[in-house]
C-alpha cells in the first residue's frame, strides 16, 4: 500500500524475489516508498535514478527490488536502507522516514495503535512488531484511543516477545496456542519438556531479565533516550482522512508515556537501567559494566 501497487501478481512477484535474494520486504518496501516520495519532491532525480520513480508503476518496483540486491545503479543507494539515504540526500528527507533506531516499521501505525507508539519508541532492535506486538491492539476489547495503560502493555508484551524469541516460538502459535501475554500456560509447557519447576513470576522475570541485558547492551553502545523517539510524520502528521482520522503520537504524549515506562521498568529518567534493577535481575557483572 505505501507504493500505490495493487497488482497483485507483482506483489506475490516482490515477495518471491526478496525471499530469492535474501532481503527484508519490509525494510526494502519502506525504503522504495521512502525513494519514490523523495522523488516527488525534487530530492532524488531522473538523472541520478536512471529512470522516473512513480508511485503505482509495478514494472519499476520489481526491477529496483534487483537492482538493491546487486547494488546496480541507484539500487546501490537503495541497498544502504532509507535512513542512510536520508543522510545523504540531507535536506526534508528525514522528515518523510519511516523508521526508529535505523530499522523501516511495518503496516502497524504508530498514529492509531498507541501500544505501538510507546513499543516502537522502546524497542531494542528498532521500528519491528516483534517487541510489543500488535495482535492484541487490534481486538474489540482494546481501547486505542488514549494513552492509558499503554506503557503498561508494553512492558508486559515485551517480556512475552522475548521469552518467545529464546523459546524460537513462531508468534502466531504463541499468540493463537498459549496466549499473546505470559499466563500459566506458558511455564506449563516449559516445564513439560525441561523438568524444571518455574512458576509464571519466575518465566516473567526471565523476560524481564532478557529486555534489561539488551536494553544495557544498547545503552553501553550509545544507543539510549536520545533514540526512543518516533518518525517526525508519526509525530506531527494526524491521520488525513477516514475513521482515524486527526490522530498521531505527538511529542509531548511520546514522552509522558516514556516517563511512565522508564518508571515501571525501574530505569533512570534517562532510560538507563539501574544498578539495583539489574542486581536484583541477576546481571550484577553487567551493572558494574555500565557504572
Known sequence: PMLDNDNKGSIVKANELCDQLGVDTISLGVTLSFAFECFEKGLLTPERCGRELNFGDYRTILELIEDAAHRRGIGDLLAEGSVRMAEQLGG???????????????????????????????????????????????????????????????????HFTAVGDSLTQCRFVSERGFGGMLNEHYPRMINAVTGWQLSLDDVERIGERIWNLERAFNVREGIGYEQDVLPYRVMHEPVPDGMHQGMHCPPEELQSMLAQYYTLR?????????????THLGLSSVAEELA
Open 92 to 158: 526534508e528527507a528525514s522528515r518523510y522516514l519511516y523508521a526508529v533506531k535505523g530499522l523501516e516499521m511495518p503496516a502497524h501505525s504508530a498514529r492509531v495503535l498507541k501500544g505501538m507508539s510507546i513499543g516502537y519508541a522502546t524497542s531494542t532492535r528498532g521500528g519491528s512488531h516483534h517487541d510489543t506486538r500488535p495482535t492484541l491492539q487490534y481486538g474489540t476489547d482494546h481501547d486505542n484511543m488514549t494513552v492509558d495503560g499503554k506503557p503498561e502493555f508494553a512492558v508486559q508484551n515485551q
Open 266 to 278: 525501574g530505569w533512570t529518567p534517562e532510560g538507563v537501567p539501574t544498578p539495583d534493577r539489574l
